[in-house]
T-cell receptor, first 112, second 119 residues
Framework: QKEVEQDPGPLSVPEGAIVSLNCTYS??????FMWYRQYSRKGPELLMY????GNKEDGRFTAQVDKSSKYISLFIRDSQPSDSATYLC????????????FGTGTSLTVIP | GAVVSQHPSRVICKSGTSVKIECRSL??????MFWYRQFPKQSLMLMAT?????????EQGVEKDKFLINHASLTLSTLTVTSAHPEDSSFYIC???????????????FGPGTRLTVL
């Protein structure tokens, strides 16, 4: 079983839709959770960084962590064509220097 | 803050030549840097982890004599693809991390990537 599972998609939604992207994981020791956005032919950029369970909101983006279910989500409200990209989740255990585990990425297209 | 640069952004070379890619953390000290490879429409594949001043740790299946990594300072790591062949053509991405920055900011910051084409 992979440490982190992420549906690769592709996911296609109309402009203005609410998008839900998800990852599941198997290691209950993970405490830090990240979402990266990667445009075609570019390096990933950090979108959201959360610790432990709960929600974190930044503009149109909301990151949600449910540690009891080992499930994390990224919600995008009022999606825009510029949100079209691949979204990767990542996570790690607590403590300094711990290894990062990445999902395979979900490809999202927002249709105008 | 937390900007990572890569140079060059694109390189085309002949088979058999060596290519060096630089990765720099511009506004923080990166005690650890990572090198990834990514094929079209596929996920990141970790190649190696390098810590400043010590030898890189390579992932299984990655030839350390072919992909030479040097992390000579806290802001610079280089990846040299030696005797490059067409199958080495790929998108190479580095990332940098400063574990000493504190738990709230200890994450990986990625460079923009380098597209290598070997003819």
């Amino acid at each position: 079983q992979k440490e982190v599972e992420q549906d690769p998609g592709p996911l296609s939604v109309p402009e203005g839709a609410i998008v839900s992207l998800n990852c599941t994981y198997s290691n209950s020791a993970f405490q830090y959770f990240m979402w990266y956005r990667q445009y075609s032919r570019k390096g990933p950029e950090l979108l959201m960084y959360t610790y432990s369970s709960g929600n974190k909101e930044d503009g149109r983006f909301t990151a949600q962590v449910d540690k009891s279910s080992k499930y994390i989500s990224l919600f995008i409200r009022d999606s825009q064509p510029s949100d079209s990209a691949t979204y990767l989740c990542a996570m790690r255990r607590g403590g300094p220097g711990n290894q990062f585990y990445f999902g395979t990425g979900t490809s999202l297209t927002v249709i105008p | 803050g937390a900007v990572v640069s890569q140079h060059p952004s694109r390189v085309i070379c002949k088979s058999g030549t060596s290519v060096k890619i630089e990765c720099r953390s511009l506004d923080f000290q990166a005690t650890t840097m990572f090198w990834y490879r990514q094929f079209p429409k596929q996920s990141l594949m970790l190649m190696a982890t390098s810590n400043e001043g010590s030898k890189a740790t390579y992932e299984q299946g990655v030839e350390k004599d072919k992909f030479l990594i040097n992390h000579a300072s806290l802001t610079l790591s280089t990846l040299t693809v030696t005797s490059a062949h067409p199958e080495d053509s790929s998108f190479y991405i580095c990332s940098a991390r400063d574990p000493a920055s504190g738990m709230e900011t200890d994450t990986q910051y990625f460079g923009p990537g380098t597209r290598l084409t070997v003819l």
